[in-house]
């Protein structure tokens, strides 16, 4: 605990930080039995079964005071012009940030087969970057995104607005207690918010229900090529569970595999860490070159006193998110996607 007190005191240099990551990075899969394929089994097998019978998401207010009603002013400085708070997409690693959101866009749009005239669902639609993409490639298509945050609703209203978009409508609603109407939809698309799911089962077999029959539904993910663990908050090494991800999940790349009940898989890509890696390097070089302002929004959010600190574990996020996904080359974690059809 005193060297992440003096980590978040900035006191430790980042290439020593990165190094410590990258070590808890190899305790998380001995942790996890990464290389014992049956006690591995056992813990998966364990934690399907509670999943099954947990509520379909938790701590879903954690999630909104961690991330998504930090004020919209923070995350422009340190995220691209399209604000996408998720995996970005570098297809020769040496595109800027604002290519690599579109880049991935682009790619959303080819694997969840888009279409003019289509009306989309849109579920954890973040700061709008998917939703005002579509709203203006596709003029014809009715979007609906769903989003626990009050801020980011506003945002995306404000934007829209700016933009002369009138296809879009924003609802602010916990996925639990979320009630669409039946048959409405040709599209659901979902980009990192399976990860604060937990009741795979229910959800899913509502969003069958929200589909036409011809409908689909498009999920991005990060994930874990074999291992599924929650994010604890307790014990000393569960910085990121207490600050950033409190209820979260890491799935596996075959997680989702295994809810088919309602909704039956088409087709699953896989795409390298290194993708995310580049992305949250991105995301760290904009907030320090965005210093002054970063700790006058952080100020205001979290007070003066609090400001340096927050702005150090913001940083120290960045970080251990670009060394997570970039561990052995991108090749342990990384980022699933996954387009199904109703059964």
């Known amino acids: 605990m005193n060297l992440i007190n003096a980590a978040e005191r900035g006191l430790i240099p980042d290439g020593l930080l990165r190094f410590g990551i990258r070590r808890l990075c190899a305790q998380r899969l001995r942790d996890e039995h990464g290389n014992d394929m049956a006690l591995a089994n056992q813990r998966f097998a364990r934690l399907l079964h509670d999943l099954h019978n947990d509520a379909i998401a938790i701590e879903t207010q954690a999630a909104n005071s961690q991330h998504y009603e930090v004020p919209a002013r923070f995350f422009e ?4 012009a399209q604000l996408k708070y998720s995996a970005c997409y570098y297809p020769t690693g040496n595109e800027t940030l604002d290519q690599a959101e579109q880049a991935m866009l682009a790619l959303y749009d080819e694997r969840a087969q888009l279409a003019d005239d289509q009306d989309i669902l849109e579920l954890g639609c973040g700061w709008g970057s998917l939703t005002l993409w579509m709203a203006e490639r596709y003029p014809r298509s009715r979007i609906t995104a769903v989003s626990n945050s009050h801020s980011q609703r506003a945002h995306i209203q404000a934007q829209a607005q700016m933009r002369g978009l009138a296809n879009i409508q924003v609802i602010t609603r916990d996925v639990n207690t979320l009630d669409l109407p039946v048959a409405s939809f040709d599209r659901v698309v979902s980009v990192e918010m399976f990860e604060h799911v937990r009741n795979y089962a229910v959800l ?4 069958s229900q929200w589909l036409r029959s011809d409908g689909q539904l498009f999920v991005h993910i990060f994930c874990h090529r074999t291992l599924m663990y929650p994010f604890e908050t307790q014990g000393e090494d569960n910085w990121m569970g207490r600050y950033f991800f409190t209820g979260g999940l890491m799935p596996a790349a075959d997680t989702l595999l295994h809810f088919q009940h309602d909704l039956v898989i088409q ?3 896989l795409l390298s860490g290194t993708h995310y890696r580049n992305t949250a390097n991105h995301w760290l070089h904009n907030q320090d070159r ?7 929004v952080l100020a205001a959010t979290y007070g003066n006193n609090n400001a340096a600190r927050w702005a150090q574990r913001w940083r120290m996020f960045w970080m251990a998110c670009a060394e997570l996904f970039g561990y052995e080359n991108g090749n342990q974690w990384g980022v699933a996607h996954y387009r199904f059809s109703r059964r």
């Open 267 to 269: 087709q699953r890509w």
């Open 204 to 207: 899913l077999k509502n969003i």
């Open 290 to 296: 965005h210093r002054s302002e970063v700790l006058a």
């Open 77 to 80: 400085l340190c995220l691209g």
